[in-house]
């Protein structure tokens, strides 16, 4: 349901919604580096049909879970197993949704079929928040520095 490149590790994460799998992948070569599933998380909450799953600057790895019908966001510590070292909780959306760590620290949480965009700071407090009208919903956000003008 993603695919993700991170230039600083030359690679790709391809997450499998369905399936609850998260694979890194060597550019170069094709060759899967690490498989990643909710089953292995051994401290914290797993995920369920996770969504854009992405590596922070700290090499953490941030996505999106849909779990009884709300989007959660997490962060996952990788270095000795799977551990959850940070959560967001949820709001009603069943679909879609990413995270992005911002260079503040913050972070982004697009809630996807909820049509509601966050920043949040690492206690989870809001920041600001954006809610599409009725029936709207966001695929892919980006957050710019810089104002555009036509």
């Known amino acids: 349901n993603a695919l993700s490149y991170h230039p600083g590790r030359d690679s790709y994460l ?3 919604g369905h399936l609850e799998v998260i694979y890194e992948i060597d550019r170069s070569s094709g060759d899967v580096l690490q ?6 998380v051994i401290s914290g909450s797993g995920w369920t049909f996770q969504h854009d799953p ?3 600057q700290d090499e953490t790895l941030l996505l999106v879970s849909h779990e009884d019908g709300a989007t959660w966001a997490r962060e996952y510590s990788v270095d000795s197993g799977l ?3 940070w959560s967001q909780p949820g709001i009603e959306s069943g679909f879609l949704g990413q995270t992005r760590r911002l260079s503040n620290g913050n972070t ?3 809630y996807g079929g909820k049509g509601v965009i966050r920043e949040v700071t690492p206690d989870g407090d ?3 928040e954006i809610e599409a009208a009725l ?3 966001f695929g892919n956000v980006v957050l710019t520095d810089a104002l555009f003008s036509l």
């Open 14 to 16: 391809l997450s499998l």
């Open 35 to 40: 498989r990643f599933s909710a089953d292995q």
């Open 54 to 56: 992405n590596w922070t």
């Open 83 to 85: 551990q959850e070292v």
């Open 108 to 110: 982004l949480i697009n």
């Open 126 to 128: 809001i920041v600001w």
């Open 135 to 137: 029936g709207s919903w």
